[in-house]
Nanobody, 120 residues
Framework: QVHVVESGGGLVQAGGSLRLSCAAS????????MEWHRQAPGKQRELVAS???????NYADSVKGRFTISRDNTLNTVYLQMNSLKPEDTAVYYC??????????????WGQGTQVTVPS
């Protein structure tokens, strides 16, 4: 079993910054990619940013230039640096880890989420 735990959420004023962390642990044979998703009240969950094992990154248009995803492969940890936060960034942020648990079986594992609130 793979466990994913997020931390770092909170309340921040518009224009401020937060850094989210996510650690994957457990029966990880090889970590493929890690992603940050978010879900605002009444909206569907959306992909915010992703990073693969080669550190290639992808961002939602709404966060490009403001958010930066990075990872530490030795710690199976991913970070999301969020700058210039806006009220529309308010959401529960979920980390997802895509991992092989042996040489042929992989799955996507989710954390429980961390709340980010940017008051208007």
């Amino acid at each position: 079993q793979v466990h994913v735990v997020e931390s770092g959420g909170g309340l921040v004023q518009a224009g401020g910054s937060l850094r989210l962390s996510c650690a994957a642990s457990g029966s990880i044979f090889r970590l493929i990619a890690m992603e940050w998703h978010r879900q605002a009240p009444g909206k569907q969950r959306e992909l915010v940013a992703s990073i693969n094992s080669g550190h290639a990154t992808n961002y939602a248009d709404s966060v490009k230039g403001r958010f930066t995803i990075s990872r530490d492969n030795t710690l199976n940890t991913v970070y999301l640096q969020m700058n210039s936060l806006k009220p529309e960034d308010t959401a529960v942020y979920y980390c997802a880890a895509r991992a092989y648990t042996d040489y042929q079986n992989w799955d996507q594992y989710w954390g429980q989420g961390t709340q980010v609130t940017v008051p208007s």
